[in-house]
């Protein structure tokens, strides 16, 4: 596989970096931070350029929080300055990088999503009789930066841009070892180990997250034969019509996950199902005849809007509402 340089110059450079900026701020100009920002943006994109050719650059404190639906989950956001570093970053890397996915991965890809996953497993579930389903332990927390590392330097020779995606990496260092953040998360003492973890809110930790487990589907289609794989992120679905097939590479990607990604299936003996069940997937309830909302999501739905309309402001019902009738709604329908 060809290696790539001379990539570091041009993610540095001051009108790739205000490029960056403006991809980054499309959509959030209301927000207080992006609002400091814009005023001394051509300054801060300046001081940020000479900070990544000297070296210097290194990503600020995180501004954290714990979101308990629909399970706990810490979320870091970066400054600014740090996510129009990582806007770049992709903007220059996910050309290179992104042709190498299956087809069938719809994590933080244009033109794919949570939608057109869900499309296309009730296509997959009338097509075969069993399906596998399968996901990851603590993912973004167990993912190894030495890992990353070497996944980026099979594609990359540039010195210089290494070092820098080693720093936006192990910038998630410390995060989860607050003894309070460990608490509300459920974690064991010491975990996660030093040199794991991402910071779950970057942009570039979304696109790791996709291509981390890459190399599990080509595992999969090619050496395992699986008729179709599809996942989202670290939910995997693996469809047949041999139930034993299934059976035995659930065990084969489990060693191929502790060996070749450090990793732990949350559920090792996971049942491989007949596909004329109903499905939980991607928080959607799913069958051979559709898909529908959980009864859970139409309930939180319903209280958010009440919620708004008892207390909150007429921007921000407006603001949801359109949101569900945008989005989340037109999702389900479709």
């Given amino acids: 596989m060809k290696r790539i340089g001379n990539l570091f110059a041009h993610i540095v450079a001051p009108e790739t970096l205000h490029e960056a ?14 609002h400091r920002f814009e005023k001394t943006a051509p300054g801060q994109i300046e001081q940020l350029h000479r ?43 996910a050309p290179v990088f992104d042709p190498s996915l299956i087809e069938h991965t719809y994590a933080c ?20 009789r069993h399906v596998l389903l399968l996901d990851i332990r603590h993912y973004f927390l167990s993912m190894d930066h030495d890992i990353i590392h070497d996944l980026m330097a099979r594609r990359l020779k540039d010195k210089s841009l ?4 080693d720093r936006i990496a192990r910038s998630s260092e410390g995060l989860y070892r607050d003894p309070a953040i460990a608490a509300r998360l459920g974690l064991p003492a010491g975990f996660p180990p030093p040199g ?12 790791w997250g996709n291509h981390y487990l890459s190399g599990l589907d080509h595992h999969a289609r090619r050496t395992l034969k699986i ?22 590479a659930r065990d084969d990607i489990a060693h191929w996950l502790h060996v070749h990604r450090g990793l732990r ?31 859970e999501a139409m309930a939180r739905m319903e209280r958010r809007l009440n919620e708004l309309a008892l207390c909150g402001t007429r921007e921000a019902l407006e603001r949801s509402t359109a949101s569900f009738a945008g989005t989340t709604l037109q999702g389900w329908l479709g």
């Fill in 162 to 165: 290494l070092a820098l995606l």
């Fill in 51 to 93: 900070d990544l050719v000297t070296g210097t650059y290194r990503p600020s404190q995180y501004r954290t929080r714990v979101i308990t639906r629909p399970k706990a989950r810490l979320i870091a956001a970066a400054p600014v300055r740090d996510r129009v570093v990582h806007h770049a970053v992709h903007r220059a890397l």
């Fill in 196 to 207: 794991r973890g991402l910071a779950i809110g970057n942009l570039t930790s979304q696109w």
């Fill in 227 to 248: 008729p179709h794989v599809q996942r989202y992120m670290d939910d995997s679905a693996l469809f047949s019509n041999d139930a034993r097939q299934l059976a035995e």
């Fill in 265 to 295: 299936l949350k559920n090792p003996k996971a049942r491989v199902r007949d596909t004329g069940e109903s499905f939980i997937y991607l928080g959607m309830r799913v069958s051979r005849s559709g898909m529908a909302a959980r009864a």
């Fill in 109 to 128: 890809l244009p033109g794919r999503g949570t939608h057109r996953a869900l499309i296309q497993f009730v296509r997959n579930a009338r097509r075969y």
């Fill in 21 to 34: 900026w403006l991809a980054f701020r499309r959509g959030k100009r209301s927000r207080a931070s992006v």
